[in-house]
């Protein structure tokens, strides 16, 4: 964990601090499985296997989340005073909440979207060739998946009258009303993401030197779903990938003075797509390219052990 600005090391973002995540290195007979299962039909899967034969150490592990969800998109109606033509008397209508939104108004809670389900699964593979005691090389793999979805039904909608689902507008009396809610409000779509990481790194401990270069494909980064109402809808795509090359060398100029230097290349290219769903026809895309070449250097200066 670092504290505090340290741009000149983790780019532009890290202006309040950095957690940086390093997976270890394989041990000599590693062995884990284990599952779990909660509420909301939540089930926990993860399995390890990672060994050492003299200088080599490899690692595989896997991990897999799943859950029905729960309900975490409600639909909201505010109270108007604009009169709706047909609305229906309050005390005919059951399932209405009263409650109050992030303003602090009055509003009524007529539904929601449905639980939101997940589903993601990761493997990562490790692999380490130890040169000496502080001269590694280093290969990681990993594959993510996630897709999340909302599960859409006509009782979404809380509003009953006379024991049939109700959408229309209300009268709450003293001239205030509720809207008609449209059925669309009670459905939401799904989206999810792939991912590929590759990473490569050499460190010198001795020579306080490293070479690192990555990969982060994205080969699915989508939102969208087929409306079931009206059987209409459209899918946004937009895959990525981005290129790292990062080079740093450290120097203990005295017993005062540390000074690190290093030189970073970023390659980043999207390509981003909106297909109808029904027929399958492109409707359009948009695609880019960037290319970032930085040079930083960071001197550490400590006058004593406070300062």
Known sequence: VVKGVASSLYGSQAMGGVINIITKNPVKGERSASVA??????WIKR????????????RVSYEGRKTNGYENKFVNASVTSKKQKGAVPVSEITGLQKTKNNLGATVYRVGTVGKNNFDEDNIHAKMVYEFTADKSLSFGFTHHKADYGYDYAPENNYLRRYGSIFNGA?????NKYLAKTAAR????????ETQNIYTLNYDDKSNRFKV???LLDTTESWSGELNPLTKTGDYADAPTKRYNFNIQKDFILSKQDE???????????????YTNLVDGTLEKQSEGKA????MYVQDEHNFNKDW
């Open 37 to 42: 299962y909660g509420s909301y039909g939540t």
């Open 47 to 58: 399995l390890n296997i990672g060994d050492k034969v003299g200088k080599f150490g490899m």
């Open 170 to 174: 209300i009268d709450l009396g003293n």
């Open 185 to 192: 409000s009670f459905f939401n779509g799904g989206g999810g």
């Open 212 to 214: 690192n270069l990555g």
């Open 259 to 273: 000074m690190i230097l290093g030189m970073q290349y970023t390659r980043d290219t999207l390509h981003k797509t």
């Open 291 to 294: 290319r970032s070449l930085g």
